[in-house]
């Protein structure tokens, strides 16, 4: 009987750790970092951010990242920031679903330097299907080939498709939900014995 009800502890205690280690951290335009002439829809193309996840901006002292509107990201409008930020080093929580928008606020980074990306942060576990907020890499694998199916199985393509940073961290996430269920399962196995 404490044989049991230990290895029941542990199976519960093991599947709560798989459930929770699920972050990612991404580093904004992966070795590029956060810079003049980077091309960043072709950065977050293919990526599926989730809440939990984080992301930092890396740069030079003479870059800053401003969180705008929508509409001032689309006018590359510095002039009434949702927040300010530099130093060099700058992360975001991405702590709900939805669009945020980030530039440079140096006059033409954002214009003539491309140092403009959104983030579209999906619910934790949701599949990032076609039309979904996830898209496909710009001028590389067509949509279509980004089947219907589990996210895990859409996110593997993404690792192989393109991607050069932060692809190969996506993998783990879709795999812990699963052990965490192996844990659960475990765990009812062994109180049925007990
Ligand atoms: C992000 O979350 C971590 C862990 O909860 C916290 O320590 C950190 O201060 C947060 N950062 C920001 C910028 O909110
Ligand atoms: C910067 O971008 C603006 C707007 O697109 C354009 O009119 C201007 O010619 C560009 N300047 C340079 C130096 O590329
Ligand atoms: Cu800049």
Known sequence: MKASSGALLAAVAFAAVAATAVATTYTVGGTDKWDTYIDYDKWTAGKTFMVGDTIEFKYMPYHNVLEVTEEDYAACNPGSPISTHSGGDTTFNLTAA?????????????????????????????????????????????????????????????????????????????????????????????????
Request: glycine residues 12%.
């Open 98 to 194: 939805g669009t945020r928008y980030f530039i440079c606020g140096i006059p033409r980074h954002c214009l003539n330097g491309t140092m403009h990306v959104k983030i579209t942060t999906i619910p934790y576990g949701a599949a990032a299907g076609p039309g979904g907020p996830a898209q496909a890499p710009l001028g590389s694998t067509p949509a279509d080939a980004f089947a219907p199916g589990p996210a895990g199985y859409r996110v593997a393509m993404d690792a192989a498709g393109k991607s050069p940073v932060a692809a190969p961290s996506d993998a783990p996430r879709y795999r812990q939900p699963a052990a965490a269920v192996a844990g659960l399962a475990l765990a009812a196995l062994v109180a049925l014995v007990a």
